[in-house]
């Protein structure tokens, strides 16, 4: 599958209607389902934040009566020019071939969103050397980014395009009847950008954002820290032009990220966010548009130190902490039986009055 012809102007034309599509969260919604969970066959509030999360779940859709969200796993995949700084403790083909594995149904999130019962989508948005295989979609803006310790990682169309893409993935699969999108993401290098992009958006100290990533020694670390201070250095980021922090620092999967959570904030689908990688992307999408915040909900806590700053950020509490760091939208799969069974309780649950119950009002 080949890219669509488009425009930059169409492009950041897509990405503006798109914005403006967003709707706020329906705190009516949110409030409806309460009351009618507090009319369930249990003492209010007993099933914590299950119930909490049914709530959010009321006011992202825009409804207290919610069907069963059929889920989507979208990984996006890309290659990152800032790997020559060493960064990684993998070699930048393992990209590449991950995504063979992805295809071939070998990989962990293969593994978990079967048992998740979610549909898989990955697309390669970056790879260095195209993939070309069953499976795959192929969505590829250009072969990786730049070096950004040196410069921009990308142009501003190439930024475009791929936010662009994500929008295009996330419109498609809620018309194909998806209602929650969960969040995941392959490329050798991302947690160093997703380290200077965090700081560019939060103007954080890029000392306490870098860690050991897929399993770099201290040394390492310590290197990662140098390339992120050096991106920084050599791009004018800020948190006021979100989308050029991303095209200055990020990666091409990273802006995908950002198209897919615009999308599916302007169509009321709830965005289920993993890890480091995909909450910065998340983050960006914020820096949008503050009402892309109310679409997500945070699926774990990942060891890496810029997670918990991000999600702090963003005010959300994660489902789950697992000392997951995987990425791939592993934790993200975990949590999408949490979701369905918050939907469960809401829709299926018996009230007082239905079951013959004395309700106590406590």
């Known amino acids: 599958m080949t890219l669509p012809s488009a425009t930059g102007a169409s492009d950041r034309a897509l990405i503006d209607a798109t914005v403006g599509r967003i709707a706020a969260f329906d705190a009516e919604a949110a409030a409806a389902a309460q009351r009618a ?5 249990k003492p209010r509030g007993s099933l914590g934040r299950l119930e909490e999360l ?9 409804s207290a009566t919610i069907e069963a969200l059929e889920p989507a796993i979208v990984v996006c995949a890309a290659d990152h020019g800032i790997v020559a700084e060493d960064v990684s403790a993998y070699p930048q083909e393992v990209t590449g071939q991950m995504l063979h594995n992805f295809a071939g149904g ?7 969103a079967r048992q998740a019962g979610a549909r898989l989508v990955v697309a390669d948005f970056g790879v260095r050397r195209p993939v ?5 979609l192929d969505r590829r803006v250009r072969a990786g980014t730049a070096n950004a ?8 169309a190439e930024l475009d395009r791929a936010v662009a893409g994500g929008i295009e993935l996330a419109e498609s699969l809620v018309g194909d009847g998806i209602g929650i999108v969960a969040l995941g993401e392959m490329g050798i290098g991302n947690t160093t950008a997703a380290s200077a992009l965090t700081a560019a958006l939060l103007r954080a100290d890029p000392d306490g954002l870098c860690g050991p990533g897929t399993g770099l020694d201290d040394a390492g670390v310590a290197r990662k820290r140098a390339a992120v201070w050096r991106a920084l250095e050599a791009n004018c980021v800020s948190p006021l032009d979100p989308l050029g922090a991303v095209a200055g620092v990020g990666g091409l999967e990273m802006a995908a990220l950002v198209g897919v959570v615009l999308g599916c904030a ?4 709830p965005v289920l966010v993993d890890g480091f990688i995909t909450a910065a992307a998340a983050l960006a999408a914020v820096c949008v548009d503050t009402r892309c915040a109310d679409a997500l909900i945070a699926s774990h806590l990942s060891p890496e130190p810029g997670h918990r700053l991000i999600l702090s950020a963003l005010g959300q509490e994660p489902l789950l902490d697992l000392g997951m760091r995987l990425g791939e939208g592993s934790g993200a799969a975990l949590a999408l039986p949490i979701v369905a069974a918050a939907v469960a309780i809401l829709t299926e649950m018996a009230s007082f009055e239905d079951a013959g119950v004395t309700d106590a009002g406590a």
Do not use: E, F, N, Y
Request: charged share 15%.
């Open 37 to 41: 969970l507090d009319g369930k066959t």
């Open 54 to 62: 049914a709530c959010r779940l009321a006011g992202i859709r825009g």
């Open 106 to 112: 070998g990989a962990a999130i293969c593994v978990l």
């Open 132 to 136: 070309g295989v069953a499976g795959i």
């Open 149 to 156: 310790a040196h410069g921009p990682a990308m142009t501003t």
């Open 266 to 269: 302007a169509s009321r689908t």
